[in-house]
């Protein structure tokens, strides 16, 4: 009897290969991450000074199978348990997608179950839900990462209005320009998180770019700019440069604006949720500055774990959960879609 009331749990496989981490995950019900198996090619572009995608195809092609089998395994799940499979179709490098979708589409076919694509910016919103069990939209959240920057009012699971967007450099690919410039090498967002510790972030007064026609907007490159023209006259002036000093004054002046941005946000939609998503939402300054921020205010901050801000695939199991719900299935010509767009369904 009481069996027919109780919903039936709901598992997915979720993968992702968007850029350069192979990564398979299972998730149940969509919040609880059963297995999280991550294989990252960074020791492999570190020596190119980023993501060179041929590279980044390849081993995702020789990585692939063996991070599905090991998450299946971590679970303690066959294919045949599980109920759907997720894959992240866009945005990112064609190729690396490809590899993907193709794997999600072979098992799919073989085992007979329902696909899902999902998109990539989705799945780093959605790594808010895994461990914020009382997360619900709506609220406001800022997506940063080495691809995106993005300032999103996420109205209902899988209904977003993008609000604010950058208008030329990700926060996370400034991050790695200027991390590049002081001879941190590649990533150069950890790095700069790491050395900004020995830093003054008062030493050097960078620009907070304002966007004319939309407060929301974001303007990283000029900041990039003033970085590269402090260190060239430092260089010809004969003095040397206090590089944790350049490292944390960037990173303010970044920071300044992301929090600004976000809180002017969400004090304008009415909300008072805010969360923060991708690889850069593992900066710990940039987290203690909204942590402050939101508790001046009483708005309530969620970020996830720095393992669920940069790429894996339970992000993408979890936004999948929520496509599966909504009944939200693609068929075996579903495709790698580079520039897809948020809120676009193909
Ligand atoms: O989300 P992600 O793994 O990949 C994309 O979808 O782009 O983000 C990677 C980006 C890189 O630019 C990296 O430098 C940045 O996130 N990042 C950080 C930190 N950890 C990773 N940026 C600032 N501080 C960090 N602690
Ligand atoms: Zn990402």
Redesign the pocket.
Known sequence: MMESTQKKDIYILAIES??D?TAASVVKNGREVLSNIISSQIDLHTLYGGVVPEIASRKHIEKINQVIEQALEQAGMTLKEVDAIAVTYGPGLVGALLVGVSAAKALAFAAQKPLIGVH?IEG?ISANFIENKELEPPFVCLVV????SHLVVVKDYGEYEIIGRTRDD????A??KV?RAIGLGY????K??KLSKEGNPDAIHFPRAKVEDNAYDFSFSGLKSAVLNYLNSCQMKGETVNRADVAASFQKAVIDVLVEHGIHAVQQYGLNKFAIA???A???S?RAAFEKECTKRNIAFYHPS?IF???NAAMIGVAGYYEYLKGVRHGYDLNAVPNLRLGERI
Do not use: K, Q
Not at 170 to 173: D, P
Not at 187 to 190: C, F, K, L, S
């Open positions: 968007s850029c981490e990539h780093h990462s080495g691809g995106h990700a926060a996370g690919e991050f790695d991390a990533p150069g967002g950890p700069i998180d991708g690889g850069v593992s900066n710990s940039l720095p801000c940069t790429d």
